[in-house]
T-cell receptor, first 115, second 113 residues
Framework: GAGVSQSPSNKVTEKGKDVELRCDPI?????LYWYRQSLGQGLEFLIY????????KSGLPSDRFSAERTGGSVSTLTIQRTQQEDSAVYLC?????????????FGPGTRLLVL | AQSVTQLGSHVSVSEGALVLLRCNYS??????LFWYVQYPNQGLQLLLK??????LVKGINGFEAEFKKSETSFHLTKPSAHMSDAAEYFC???????????FGTGTRLQVFP
């Protein structure tokens, strides 16, 4: 079946602009995660959604970052007033209900470059 | 707090040689442990995971890892490296409630002919 998809695959933006990154999880997966992969920080957790529960936002680096998940499926990560340090690959993953632990399936990522 | 340490950011082996990638963890509860592989310009793919039970875990592509509680380790091995194994490998531990992953800094494996 289809895996996790992310769009765009690449995004170049100017400092100060807002960007939106999209994630389509695997159908039927109730858990959705965003991670960031950067040279300086490695792979770090950003935010987690599970069903209709309040998201775990503990990994968001600043209030410029936000995310939503509509209808328990598609998720959008928004970065406002982008800074050069936001340049990274943003990875989305989904899994069945957590606590198993269930395997997380990762999308190919969105490579963001802030000029 | 949970954490993962991967010793060696780069490992180079000859084709056919043993692959050993090291991972040590810190966790206050019995850990769930994972190894993921990332090929160039691709997302992460699960190689194997340890939850409970047998401490020697076999994964895809001939890889295996052994959970050693006394050493707080979960090293990844493969008896004979193949050129196609060249990639970056990440060890991770997960939160029991949310499954969110805490990753090590990764080890880049190079395989020489």
């Amino acid at each position: 079946g289809a895996g996790v998809s992310q769009s765009p695959s690449n995004k170049v933006t100017e400092k100060g602009k807002d960007v939106e990154l999209r994630c389509d999880p695997i159908s039927g997966h109730t858990a959705l995660y965003w991670y960031r992969q950067s040279l300086g920080q490695g792979l770090e957790f950003l935010i987690y959604f599970q069903g209709n529960s309040a998201p775990d936002k503990s990994g968001l680096p600043s209030d410029r970052f936000s995310a939503e998940r509509t209808g328990g499926s598609v998720s959008t990560l928004t970065i406002q007033r982008t800074q050069q340090e936001d340049s990274a690959v943003y990875l989305c993953a989904s899994s069945l209900a957590p606590g198993g632990p269930e395997t997380q399936y990762f999308g190919p990522g969105t490579r963001l470059l802030v000029l | 707090a949970q954490s993962v340490t991967q010793l060696g950011s780069h490992v180079s082996v000859s084709e056919g040689a043993l692959v050993l990638l090291r991972c040590n963890y810190s966790s206050s509860v019995p850990p769930y442990l994972f190894w993921y592989v990332q090929y160039p310009n691709q997302g992460l793919q699960l190689l194997l995971k340890y939850t409970t039970g047998a401490t020697l875990v076999k994964g895809i592509n001939g890889f295996e890892a052994e959970f050693k509680k006394s050493e707080t380790s979960f090293h990844l091995t493969k008896p004979s490296a193949h050129m196609s194994d060249a990639a970056e490998y990440f060890c991770a531990v997960s939160d029991h409630n949310t499954d969110k992953l805490i990753f090590g800094t990764g080890t880049r494996l190079q395989v020489f002919p």
